[in-house]
């Protein structure tokens, strides 16, 4: 009953009455039957009522149990893979990520009629290796962070406060015993949670390392690389959406840093995810779902996905997804 009357709400967008879900659920009960159903549903917070009069629209916990459903009976390998495969290879017969990535948006895009996205594996990434920290004079320093491969990045940044030599000495020690051998990014997004452990507020080396560390990383640019497309699709079908939270998404898109971020979030291995709604740790994004999958290159991770409205066609999300990061995966490590 759950099941048909999300199909129902998905398509038409519209509240679901009792009497259309006695023919649409095709349980052959009667209308009293599924008004009572409708009633624990509701009760259970399955389910809710946006008028007195009005039928019944899914809510978060609803459409969780939905998606759990298709996620069980999701197939290793279906059509719907093959058809990505294929029209992937036709389309980007070099095989390059570069190529390759940018196809995948736009397919998952177009399959699913939401935003689509393709990241490139986090190993391309710059990796920390060491921080220094040289005095200029008064309160500005010098920040110098090597990088894999000789990378070197420099710059200036105030501290608001006079420091010892030695103070930026020991640390740069602290920073590098820390997070030396994490990506850049990952070192970043590090040091912002260091920030609010109460801990810094009885250790004056930890606090004035964490200070540093987080002017040092503030405004390095995360080298991956991310494709989007499909925000014209996503203004297409906003229902329920205001002007507030759409600006609130496109601007996160448009900055693709924030993005970046909050996926890292919800990575918790390799596989296919599914965030819903009131899941999502940013409230801007609480209107929308997310559905992603981690690809394998041979020697890194990277991300594939859709995000829209949480009235989503979930199933069609779900396939085209998981097809797409299954087929470059097999692309990838076999380009024949």
């Known amino acids: 009953m759950l099941a048909a009357l999300i199909r129902e709400y998905i398509a ?30 509701e009760e259970d917070g399955f389910v809710q009522q946006p008028h007195t009069s009005a039928g019944r629209i899914p809510t978060d916990r609803g459409y969780r149990f939905y998606v759990d459903l298709l996620l069980e009976s999701r197939r290793p390998r279906d059509r719907a893979s093959t058809a990505v495969e294929a029209r992937l290879r036709r389309e980007s017969p070099d095989r390059l990520l570069d190529s390759l990535l940018p196809q995948v ?55 608001g406060e006079a420091i010892e030599a030695d103070e930026l000495r020991q640390a740069a020690n602290y920073l590098n015993a820390e997070f030396s ?26 606090a004035r390392a964490m200070r540093l560390a987080s002017s040092t990383f503030s405004d390095l640019p995360d080298d991956r690389t991310m494709y989007v497309e499909g925000t014209a699709a996503l203004l297409a079908d906003a229902t329920g959406l205001t002007v507030q939270t759409l600006q609130a998404l496109l601007k996160m898109i448009e900055e693709k840093q924030k993005l970046l971020q909050l996926l890292n979030e919800y990575i918790d291995g390799p596989g296919l995810s599914v965030v819903i709604g009131a899941e999502h740790l940013d409230p801007n994004l609480r209107p929308f779902s997310l559905v992603l999958s981690t690809y394998d290159d041979g020697s890194g991770i990277g991300t594939v996905g ?31």
């Open 105 to 159: 948006s736009h397919v998952l895009s177009q399959a699913s009629r939401s935003v689509g996205f393709a990241i490139r594996p986090a190993h391309e990434a710059a990796v920390f290796d060491r921080v220094e920290f040289v005095p200029l004079g008064a309160t500005r320093v010098l920040v110098v962070i090597v990088a894999s491969g000789g990378h070197v990045i420099q710059k200036v940044i105030d501290t």
């Open 12 to 41: 038409s967008g519209e509240p679901v009455a009792s009497s259309l879900l006695v023919t649409a659920a095709g349980l052959g009960v009667s209308s009293a039957t599924v008004r009572s159903i409708l009633a624990r549903l």
């Open 181 to 206: 051998g994490l990506p850049l990014y990952r070192a970043r997004e590090a040091v912002l949670d260091r920030m609010t452990e109460e801990r810094l507020l009885y250790d004056a080396l930890r």
């Open 306 to 336: 859709v995000i829209g409205p949480t009235r989503m066609r979930y199933s069609r999300a779900i396939a085209a997804v998981d097809g797409a990061a299954q087929a470059v995966s097999r692309m990838l490590k076999d380009p024949d």
